[in-house]
């Protein structure tokens, strides 16, 4: 590991000031990717600016009656099992906290924070190891991944450039509950739809968000959610714990009257970002929900796909998993 | 005469009982003392530099950066290395000690830095920037062992390594006119050990003389290859080695960064530390390597094996030969006139493979299991049934009587356990819910070792016993079963023993390695507590204020901390009394204890069933392993305790190989890519289910003094074809390549 400046703030403004005015400064949270790849001299960071003394910690849920747009706010220094335990948050906005409890270990979880999460790095075998080439690590060193062990990667928003697939479970669920990313920056603040927040690698796979320079997240909101009844998070991995997802999905669906009004279906650990499928929620809407529906909702979730040599099993498993997935939102 | 632990069972207090480690307390504390944690003045540490490519010449290392970091004190690279000893070829494995420029396999020791402190030294060799020529890597077996050319003959592949294999009968012929056949080619991946304690070790020279605080399973050994690589007498170099962190057979070599570490503290003159990371264990530290074994059975229509033909390929090293004995359990398993077996290697450009947990077996018995339960469904036949029709009633190789064998018991009682007779063999017929759900069962074998060994025994005046072998306890339960024989021979509560091992200047012992550790240090612990008990009985019977004067020595027992009649409990004394009363500063006895001929005699191996079942999503299909009973027949089982949990540890390492483990390299590179406990993955807690273990009640008098055979690899051999068994029946696809992972279901 390559020596490092180390510092606290309390201070959002001077988080913001420290980041953008260094070029190789680092925010550190829970470290849960970041110190990894600091000792795998992926990352190589002048300074640590360590933001876990500021406000940006709280979880507030809101009603419908006095906050129509906004569900709830979470900070982005709010912890992932504090998330996932918030009794609220189980009531309003259970696919996040399955999803949350599906990754990594408990003491990972209590350690990784929601802004952290959403930052959190892709597990491709060639980005972490600096003795091989990686496109996203040195730009235009090239990529093994493809033509070499892809069996994990992405099948979905992949380039010539990059196959690697995006690693969280939580933004999976964010992303299908429609959550915006609060962002503070040297030029104030904005918010961004998470699912916009990530782009895809293109000729670019550096360039992995819209982060600007000294930009922080400072918050996630999620807007009030008619899915809590009928939702599911579902990974299928190598073995029953701590291991990144082969595919996972997040399903919910809003039914009125025997009929689905409204329908979300995101992807995890088959895209380079986490993955909306909305011409297979499209599917869905003014349908009963039945198994057939279901399958071909996992079918029309993966049109695209562009599988490697060892990932084409993927195509399968994610028709089924979404199928799975949905038939669990409702009950079965 | 002291009784012997295997004649007289009803005095045995403590072998053969649960008896809590005796080293427990000071491991959950943190006292136990493991390689890298000794403490040490004036410590340097030392970090590696490793190939980040898999073939080549190193052209330039620069190391100007890393040198001008403070606190660097050196940096040894292949330019500048100290040239070793060419006076005679050192024992053990084929070592690249930085005396060329050549690049054999990914992550080769091609350097070490030396600095003040652990991040100085790493940080510094994360800086040198190695120039390399480099040449395209061969990593691929498949390449080189396709399964056409298998088809045809496998004896043309690679380097035959005639010797291992067997032949008796006409199997051309006998297959020819079989009528029931299977026909299959099975394949295990390149595996890595992944000990919890990773390689490390502290080397400090005094003159010509050096210490080495080092991880691993062979003092003795390690000991005659380090002194024969510095051109020194055995008796200038000690190992010390009193814990051990596991290392399931990687740690019976010496690798190249113990002769490296002695190098560097040679080089600075000061002790030297040096810890590998997780990372720098794939590849020169060895790893159990890619298998492709073809197998071949033909039966009557009775079931009965007329033929039985088995291949193995393994991959190797270009610059040592390592053969997976995949086939040798093969030629003893089942009663078959007509066989062939065959070991072959390909050499690539990886490091060389090694010794881990049941070499040869582990693999093998996942290919010749699950042959057996393909030719069960060829016949129609349940698969134990087919097995206890080929029981051999003698070693079908040999021709040997078996010293005991409890197979066909081992099968009655783990399917009584599992309740296998519930079990339906159509596949895909059986349902726990709306899962699939699956049974299968693989029988299991190890043989017997015995190597000779050594033991001191040293009865104080305070009536406790030191009891000393060099060995090792690799968490096993060495110093708890040592001091369960010691306690009992001697008579002693095992409060009042205390067992010193792994140190090579104490009493020499075999490597722990083969399961033999019990057995051979068993035995002659047992034996050094006689001789020093002959010695105190000797002087009793000539004391003539002893109550045991004149007494006939055969009638004398040891019990309670003293010497008695075995006709008259009450006649007798306390240990500490003779001792006294003789002015006796303490009771030494030296043994040492070694196998006799009755290998030629007897066959001697330890058997076992495995039961598995598994449920599997019919839509997402991972294998989840619910259950698992494991019956055996494994000589005395000295402590139950530490046996139980030393076969939970095989299974569960067996779950690892047939459901996930996999050390992956990119065919282009050659570079390992999962070298990492995140993306190497061994099972979770929840990958694995309640494991039944029953151990048949099994007395062999010819193995060794103790009756003791060995159970540390047993556990882990037939655990993958019980599964993979245990899938097929769940689903009707037959996973020949190991992991069995969703994609290769689906």
Redesign the interface.
């Known amino acids: 590991?390559?020596?490092f400046k180390y510092g606290k703030t309390v201070d959002l403004k001077e988080a913001i000031n420290q980041l953008g005015s260094q070029p190789k400064a680092n925010l550190i949270a829970g470290g849960t990717t970041l110190v990894d790849l600091l000792r795998l001299?992926v990352v190589t960071a002048n300074h640590l600016i360590d933001i876990n003394q500021l406000p940006i910690a709280n979880i507030e849920i809101f009603e419908a009656k006095s906050s129509p747009e906004i569900g709830a706010r979470i900070g982005a220094l709010a912890r992932n099992t504090d998330v996932a335990m918030h009794k609220q948050i189980i009531k309003n906005y259970p696919l996040i906290s399955q999803a949350i409890l599906s990754g990594a270990s408990p003491q990972l979880r209590n350690m990784a924070t929601v802004g952290g999460n959403v930052m959190q790095r892709t597990?491709c075998?060639?980005f972490r190891?600096t003795?091989?080439p990686c496109n996203k690590r040195e730009p235009g060193s090239g990529c093994?991944a493809i033509?070499?062990?892809n069996?994990s990667h992405a099948i979905l928003g992949t380039s010539e450039s990059c196959i690697a697939v995006h690693a969280s479970d939580m933004c999976v669920a964010l992303v299908a509950l429609d959550a915006q990313v609060l962002l503070s920056g040297p030029q104030g603040e904005r918010k961004v739809a998470l699912v916009d927040f990530y782009l895809l690698p293109g000729n670019h796979p550096e360039k992995e968000n819209l982060l600007k320079p000294g930009e922080i997240i400072v918050q996630v909101e999620l807007p009030h959610s008619p899915f809590a009844k009928h939702s599911h998070y579902l990974k299928?991995?190598?073995?029953?714990?701590?291991?990144f997802a082969?595919v996972s999905a997040a399903c919910a669906l809003e039914i009125k009257n025997g009929k689905i009004v409204d329908a979300r279906i995101a992807l995890g650990g088959v895209a380079t970002k986490p993955w909306r499928a909305l011409d297979a929620e499209k599917l869905l809407l003014g349908q009963s929900p039945s198994e057939g529906l279901f399958a071909k909702a996992g079918e029309v979730s993966i049109l695209g796909a562009k599988p490697q040599k060892?990932n084409a099993?993927k195509v399968?498993?994610t028709k089924?998993?979404v199928?799975?997935a949905l038939l669990a939102a409702v009950g079965e | 005469m002291a009784g012997k632990i295997g004649e007289s069972e009803q005095s045995a207090k403590y072998v053969g009982k649960a008896v809590n480690r005796v080293d427990g307390h000071s491991k959950v504390t943190g006292a136990a003392t493991y390689a890298a944690e000794h403490k040490i003045d004036d410590l340097v540490y030392a970090a590696l530099i490793q190939s980040?490519i898999a073939k080549g010449t190193i052209t330039k290392m620069d190391t100007s950066e890393a040198e001008r970091l403070p606190g660097v004190k050196v940096i040894i690279t292949p330019f500048n290395a100290p040239r070793l000893s060419s006076k005679s070829t050192p024992s053990g494995r084929s070592l690249l000690l930085l005396q060329d420029k050549q690049v054999q396999h990914d992550r080769q020791n091609i350097g070490l830095v030396i600095a003040d402190t652990w991040?100085s030294a790493?940080?510094a060799a994360?800086l040198v920037k190695v120039s390399y020529k480099q040449t395209e890597p061969q990593v691929e077996i498949e390449k080189h062992a396709t399964y056409e050319k298998l088809k045809s003959t496998t004896s043309e592949i690679g380097k035959q390594i005639s010797a291992a294999g067997h032949k008796r009968g006409d199997f051309s012929q006998a297959f020819a006119s079989g009528a029931h056949k299977v026909d299959q080619i099975y394949s295990t991946p390149m595996e890595s050990h992944n000990p919890m304690e990773p390689f490390a070790v502290i080397a400090s020279w005094e003159g010509e003389h050096l210490t080495l605080y080092d991880t691993t399973q062979a003092v003795f050994a390690t000991r005659k290859t380090v002194a024969e690589h510095f051109d020194i007498p055995e008796s200038h170099v000690r190992i010390i080695s009193p814990f051990v962190g596991g290392g399931f057979g990687s740690k019976l070599s010496t690798w190249s960064h113990v002769i490296l570490a002695a190098m560097a503290a040679r080089k600075v003159n000061l002790p030297v530390k040096l810890v590998l990371s997780r990372a720098q264990m794939y590849g020169p530290v060895g790893f159990r390597p890619k298998t492709i074994q073809r197998i071949l059975l033909a039966a009557d229509k009775n079931g009965k094996l007329t033929a039985i033909r088995h291949d193995n390929i393994n991959e190797t090293s270009h610059f040592e030969d390592y053969v997976e004995a995949s086939t040798h359990t093969t030629s003893r398993m089942y009663a078959c006139p007509n066989l062939i077996t065959s070991q072959n290697q390909v050499a690539l450009d990886i490091g060389t493979p090694t010794w881990m947990r049941a070499p040869g077996e582990a693999p093998g018995s996942f290919a010749l299991e699950s042959a057996m339960d393909e030719l069960a469904y060829e016949l129609g036949l349940d698969p134990i049934e087919l097995r206890v029709r080929n029981y051999p009633e003698k070693d079908p190789e040999s021709g040997l009587p078996w010293s005991s064998n409890s197979l066909r018991e081992c099968y009655k009682v783990g399917a009584e356990k599992f309740g296998w007779h519930k079990r339906n063999p159509e596949p895909k017929s059986m349902r726990a819910g709306k899962d699939l759900l699956g049974w299968g069962m693989a029988a299991a074998t190890y043989p017997t070792y015995r190597m000779a060994a050594n033991a001191q025994v040293t009865i104080l005046p305070s009536g406790e016993a030191l009891v000393q072998a060099g060995s090792q306890d690799i968490g096993t339960g060495t110093y708890t079963i040592m001091s369960q024989v010691a306690a009992d021979t001697l008579g002693l509560p095992i409060e009042k023993i205390k067992f010193e091992l792994g140190d090579s200047t104490l009493p020499r012992t075999p490597l722990s390695g083969g399961s033999m550790t019990a057995a051979s240090v068993g035995s002659a612990v047992q034996l050094a507590c006689q001789t020093a008990l002959n010695s105190l009985i000797k002087t009793a019977i000539a004391d003539q204020v002893s109550p045991l004067y004149q007494a006939k020595a055969e009638s004398i027992v040891a019990r309670d901390e003293g010497l008695y009649l075995s006709s008259d409990s009450k006649k007798g004394e306390r240990l500490t009394d003779i001792i006294k009363r003789n002015k006796l500063k303490q009771v030494v006895g030296k043994a040492e204890s070694k196998p006799g001929n009755e290998d030629e005699k007897y066959s001697m191996h330890s058997y076992g069933a495995i039961f598995a079942e598994v449920k599997i999503d019919s839509?997402?299909v991972?294998p989840?392993l619910t259950r698992m009973v494991g019956a055996y027949g494994a000589g005395k089982i000295l402590n139950l305790k530490t046996a139980r949990n030393q076969m939970f540890g095989g299974m569960t390492f067996g779950i690892g190989m047939a459901?996930?483990e996999h050390t992956?390299i990119?065919?282009?590179?050659g570079?390992i890519?999962?070298a990492d406990l995140?993306?190497y993955?061994l099972?979770?807690?929840?990958?694995v289910p309640n494991l039944d273990v029953i151990f048949i009640d099994e007395h062999d008098p010819h193995i060794n003094p103790l009756g003791a055979k060995g159970i540390g690899e047993i556990s882990i051999t037939g655990v993958a074809a019980a599964i993979a068994n245990a899938v097929y029946h769940a689903t009707g696809k037959r996973i020949r390549d190991l992991p069995i992972?969703?994609?290769k279901i689906?």
């Open positions: 590991m390559h020596p001299n597990r075998a060639y190891d003795a091989v093994p033509g070499g062990l069996r299928v991995r190598d073995r029953e714990s701590f291991s082969l060892s099993f399968e498993l089924r998993t199928k799975r | 980040t991040e790493s940080h994360s839509d997402l991972r989840k459901l996930m992956l990119d065919p282009k590179l570079r890519m999962n995140a993306e993955h099972p979770v807690n929840l990958d992972t969703i994609d689906m």
